[in-house]
């Protein structure tokens, strides 16, 4: 029966009561057995600041200046962590939301074009997949070797008159891996041709810059590349913040007029944006600012170092099932993809994990299909045991 809205409302307790059954059926992040999520238990003093300021309404930044300045700092400081702190840009629904607004600002600086293309790795995540459906852009997606990587003279040549703008990854969504985003700036310089560079580091905006001060040798993957003209960076995710909260981040002197909608009504004053929502939360993005200004580069280090030691025991502790289960890549940041190394699809195994109670990210649609586990913070050793344990037994009985 379709529930209706009651003539008379209920007690609050009836109602809180009501809502606690129902969520009784949710899975809980401290249990560990949410292996497959980007997403985890949001920092105690962020959901404080949160439910501080609940009328914050940035779809009017005249209104809440103070919030906006907030937001702009935000910014910065995602910036300054990606090596550029003179950057503009907005706290987003999330990683989805900043790269349709990447993509319609590669649309905008070269208007005109019959057929618009924009490059990206196979990798790339769906939500470019959805830019070019709302906007009428071919994505021309490049295909990975057996390492899951592409073959750069293969991206040379697939630059053409067409290409409107070139999608970098830093922590693909399926391994966590990170493109040779230093390369390909070159490679775009080199065609003088006005394309736009993103590199979409939803996930691995806030785990690569802490890798690297923890002395992790990596490739180039932010602002530090001159080409990169703007990110998409998500506190949601390892950033700890509440969702929604993703960031579209722009180096400041590619800013142009043209990216804003004019929105002349507001009750703050007219001003221009270049979001999708309209309305959107101030909360989040003071809860965000507050958070990284508390945690500092310290805290989030420590953060990511514990995930990182949790990864490297998870890795170890696989090795005692490799008869079984093989790893696609070595993980490079603490996303770990599973392969079957046996003839029994990864599929059954999916399947039977999701029986007992494991909950992992399977990408059926890889080359061998890929069973992921992203190692959050609520993915403690204690639980890797039990997990192993488990897959140990699985993989056992269907062999
Ligand atoms: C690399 C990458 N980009 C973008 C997104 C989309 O983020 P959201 O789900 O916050 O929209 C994801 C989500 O998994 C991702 O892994």
Redesign the pocket.
């Known amino acids: 029966m379709p529930v209706k809205l009651p003539e008379k409302g209920f007690s609050k307790s009836k109602v809180i009561a009501d809502i606690n059954m129902a969520v009784a059926d949710d899975q809980q992040y401290d249990t560990g057995h949410i292996l497959g999520s980007?997403c985890t238990t949001p920092h105690t003093f962020a959901i404080k600041i949160a439910s501080m300021y609940p009328e914050k309404n940035l779809g009017d930044p005249g209104l809440f200046p103070g919030t906006s300045r907030l937001e702009a700092e935000t910014i910065q400081m995602l910036g300054d962590m990606l090596g550029d702190e003179h950057v503009v840009g907005n706290i987003v629904?999330?990683?989805?939301?900043?790269?349709i607004i990447a993509m319609r600002v590669a649309k905008k600086f070269k208007e005109n074009l019959e057929k618009p293309e924009v490059l990206a790795p196979e990798t790339?995540?769906?939500?470019f997949y959805k830019a070019a459906d709302f906007m009428g852009f071919k994505i021309k997606a490049l295909k990975l070797d057996k390492d899951f990587e592409f073959d750069l003279a293969e991206f040379d040549s697939a630059i053409n008159k067409n290409t409107i703008g070139v999608v970098g990854?830093a922590?693909?969504?399926s391994l966590g891996l990170v493109d040779p985003i230093e390369q390909m700036g070159k490679i775009i310089e080199s065609k003088n041709n006005d394309i736009f560079f993103h590199v979409?580091?939803?996930?691995?905006g806030f785990v690569l810059p802490f890798l690297r001060d923890l002395g992790y040798k990596l490739p180039k993957f932010d602002f530090l590349v001159p080409q990169v003209m703007s990110m998409?960076c998500?506190p949601?995710?390892m950033g700890l913040n509440l969702?929604?909260s993703?960031s579209f981040i722009l180096r400041e002197h590619f800013y142009k007029d043209v990216l804003g909608f004019d929105i002349p009504y507001l009750a703050g004053g007219a001003f221009k944006h270049f979001n999708v929502m309209g309305t959107r939360p101030g909360n989040v993005v003071l809860a965000c600012w507050g958070l990284m200004r508390h945690l500092g580069r310290e805290g989030y280090r420590a953060v990511v170092k514990e995930c990182w030691d949790n990864t490297l025991y998870l890795r170890e502790r696989l090795k005692e099932l490799e008869k079984y289960i093989g790893v696609a890549r070595e993980p490079m940041i603490n996303v770990l993809g599973m392969t079957s190394n046996t003839n029994v699809p990864m599929s059954e195994i999916d399947k039977a994990l999701r029986n007992k109670g494991w909950y992992l990210g399977f990408f059926r649609n890889m080359n061998p299909p890929i069973e992921r586990i992203v190692v959050m913070p609520h993915v403690k050793s204690p639980a890797i045991d039990v997990f192993i344990e488990d897959l140990g037994k699985i993989v056992r009985e269907l062999h």
């Open positions: 980007m629904g999330g990683g989805s939301e900043a790269n790339v995540h769906a939500s990854i922590g693909t969504t979409d580091a939803a996930f691995g998409t998500d949601h995710k969702i929604p993703g």
